[in-house]
């Protein structure tokens, strides 16, 4: 069930990173260094209980008050306070998979295999990953690129099942004069974005996105992630018969390269945003798949 | 029930981001171009089952496989795929007030009144805050400022019940060699940390920390945020009778400020910062009354 | 907003089991008595992702793996234990009205009133009923009365928004030879029950039930409580502009009657059941609005 | 890994529901007609977030108020319902093995098999049991034998450790004047039951309980289930090093014999009840290892 072919190799047995690794200093502080105006691009989406979900391996997002201002008002003064300090508290349900999110390398497997030839049987336990779990995902403080491939087709968006090829990302990176970089991270628009939260049912439908060749390209570029404005990165459903989920498969289990879903990417499109500061700071969920964030660009 | 005295007719009815207005452009370039050796420090903790929670406002953090690459694979063979790409998804039951995070304004009431005199039973629904809510918290990346009180009473931290004052955040401002101003985020260290995860029936048996002439000197210098590194950055239990929480009531109902909590700030202190660039993305849980975070000072 | 007309003064100021009252040693012993043949009819189904629900009042019920035996054996292993003994332990989060289910008195009120004139500001708290909630709701053993109304309109079943009569009620209990009787349950059959899981998208986009009439009726002839199969055993929509889910604002909040939703009656109509004994146990979840069931009916 | 003993070869390849098959007409008849005074025995706790549980397999209980009556009245007014009618509904985070409840077979396996000899690889999902979940469960309607040995040491209740031993059930039955029958329901009171929600640290320190031969004997007696008034019918500490719950894997994995625990069984014992009428309805949650129940003994 192995025989899988990949690059986590350059980073030894031990790592956990995949491709985090390219984030080097210099990398970090040519991003910071490259913000002039100090303009802050948000690139998530707000989460909530319309966040669209991809049964059944996704979940609802719930949110609930569990604790209310009378109740804790009520609380405190029968311990004596008379200052009124009511808290309000939630409750959430969730998967970590909601939203603008990233994933993290342990989210997919290769049968039983996962990054760096980890066994599945030993590292997915009931109550998370016991390695390469969301935790161990760094600071990402790096350059982003915004491959803008929305208007390929001459309309505003990309539609579902529509392959974003390797040619579409590098006249993208061009017309953007940039060229990607090991420990760029690259952000894909395809345009699809604009469904989230407003026709989810479309927005989960299918999607455009890229497929492997467009993957291994980015991936030989050196990128330390890849994001885009839909549910998977990837193109859904995949042209090709008998695989499901390829590039997920590939990024996180073979390369150890990340992958960030569901991004806002109009705005710095509209912008004409090529090359910028990209921040992203998973929360440390220990064992968990991925993280929702609220990543941004700077200019 | 009203009667209160605060600040936020600064930045006028409508306003909803507090002190978060201080946030501005040049403190942002500031900070960012302040950073010279590119160097990250994590000041977050890790969210498990094992992170400390005050009952009964607070719940337990469960995160459990939701979907297994085993069954998900099952499934894939069964839709004709025959890549083997396994998914691993958790299902995460936590409240916002988890780990190392950020409570937003609306976390706190005075009586019926929220931040801004916003009316609570007009605000706070079943489902979370209709304003003030934690997706309205910018991101954050300005000026941190370590105020560094463990050692002030000739330990490695201060004990619980003991106010830290306002003579002691000043002198820890000049040890330090830095003058807090308007948009700073001040991070005050008092070695409590030390028990978080660690010794949690301790951590959460009562805590060193400010109490309110601390918070409205941090308040006059105009800082966004105060972050500590215990559970609610006031002292607890406070020494005044007939108050609960008084600090939170202040800062978040009255004055605008947002309060960080479960920080891990021993790193930061034991390499001697005292000025960096503090950078704090909150996640954008729609009407959540605050959320985990990660945020990192870079030097 | 009080003003209300209820019948709840018949068992005192302290009361808190409305029509359960009625349950008396009499009619339990009756109903036991008349079992003859000892053939049991499960009138529940079953619960599951698949259940209905009404949103936003109602959510989703997911059921998740929590501890599965394989990863129990290694956790008992490394404490010596060499039987291999796996648990399968699942994780639940759910309402109580999901699936087949009694609701409280508590479930709901008129304006701020609950049942027996409880102030609901001081009744409901932020986690559950302080009175009134499912665990006050005694045993229930008593004479089930099937009233089968789903032919009246030459169909398998009744439509949506279609008005059970009050007529149409008394002419079910004739065709069926029983007379209701004080301490009686009375089970509606409209047919609709046939959608349950089956087309969940039907089953909720309205209902034929009872209205106003129909429910004081039955009230008046002395019921403990009154079940249907469908989601809320009153008529959807009600044909009444200007008042939503009336019966259940009288039976629950103002007569104290339960109201039994979900069952499942297609079997005892097929088998001519019309008086039986009739069993629900209504688990004691304190606090809560209600409880998934799994009543029978016996001959 | 498998070479297990067990009865089930009684009930056939394809039997899920094992020793629920000795629930006979006669049987249930026999139980309904026992009841002569019709006194009803509740002999379950309420079941809140004081509910002990087991960590790490089992998980806490928590209930919230989600939609309550204030904001669910505004709602229906801004669609035009005038009649105030308020909804208090709760959203409820749970295990089955919560308060009273009884185990599914699929609840434990002996190495990866399942009672029946089951494949538990194949049977154990991501989302619930494929088989021998307990919505097999039949409704249970028969004679329940007491069985008190809380007194044989001669105090109020057995102590933690100790094994209750098949002689000491046997001299329980005689002392009861009944003799268990195939189709029976064990209930065996050790007394331990006293600390349920009143010292629940010193409730899962460990019970008095029975070991594999009291298990044994019950099980060729023909009972259906085993019931007890803790946490897990069996003695734990377990005296045997290297064995670790035995008595939930013989009786569930291996004879297909239920287990109910954290019963209350002071009342029934102090009126002196041996043989009863017995009732449990276990609610069908599909795939689910174990459901809270409110079982009753009626005279």
């Given at each position: 069930?192995?025989?899988?072919?990949?690059?986590?190799?350059?980073?030894?047995?031990?790592?956990?990173?995949?491709?985090?690794?390219?984030?080097?200093?210099?990398?970090?502080l040519g991003a910071l260094r490259s913000v002039r105006e100090g303009r802050v691009y948000?690139?998530?989406?707000?989460?909530?209980?319309d966040a669209p979900f991809m049964a059944p391996n996704q979940t609802p997002f719930l949110l609930s008050i569990w604790a209310s201002w009378?109740?804790?008002?009520?609380?405190?003064r029968a311990m004596g306070a008379s200052n009124d300090a009511g808290s309000n508290v939630e409750r959430i349900e969730m998967t970590a998979h909601v939203g603008t999110h990233i994933d993290a390398l342990g989210h997919f497997s290769k049968g039983d295999r996962l990054y760096n030839g980890l066994s599945a049987p030993d590292t997915v336990t009931d109550w998370g990953l016991e390695r390469l779990g969301i935790e161990h995902a760094p600071p990402m403080i790096t350059r982003g690129v915004l491959l803008d491939v929305a208007g390929c087709d001459g309309g505003a968006h990309l539609n579902p099942g529509r392959v974003v090829t390797p040619d579409e990302l590098k006249r993208a990176a061009d017309a953007a004069r940039v060229a990607i970089e090991p420990?760029?991270?690259?952000?894909?628009?395809?345009?699809?974005?604009?469904?989230?939260?407003?026709?989810?049912?479309?927005?989960?439908q299918g999607e455009p996105g890229i497929d492997l060749p467009g993957a291994r390209w980015l991936i030989e570029q050196g990128v330390v992630a890849i994001g885009c404005d839909n549910m998977a990165v990837e193109v859904l459903p995949n042209?090709?018969?008998?695989?499901?989920?390829?590039?997920?498969?590939?990024?996180?289990?073979e390369a150890g390269v990340y992958l960030i879903e569901n991004l806002a990417l109009d705005e710095v499109a509209r912008d004409g945003l090529s090359g910028f500061c990209f921040i992203l700071l998973a929360t440390k969920f220990r064992g968990a798949t991925g993280s929702p964030v609220r990543p941004v660009a700077l200019v």
């Open positions: 069930m192995s025989g899988m072919i990949h690059d986590h190799s350059r980073w030894g047995p031990a790592d956990q990173i995949g491709a985090a690794n390219l984030l080097t200093v210099e990398k970090r948000d690139v998530s989406h707000e989460i909530g209980a009378r109740d804790s008002i009520k609380r405190r420990g760029d991270i690259a952000l894909i628009r395809t345009g699809w974005g604009r469904y989230f939260g407003v026709d989810n049912a479309r927005y989960l042209p090709s018969h008998g695989v499901a989920m390829p590039v997920h498969q590939h990024a996180l289990a």
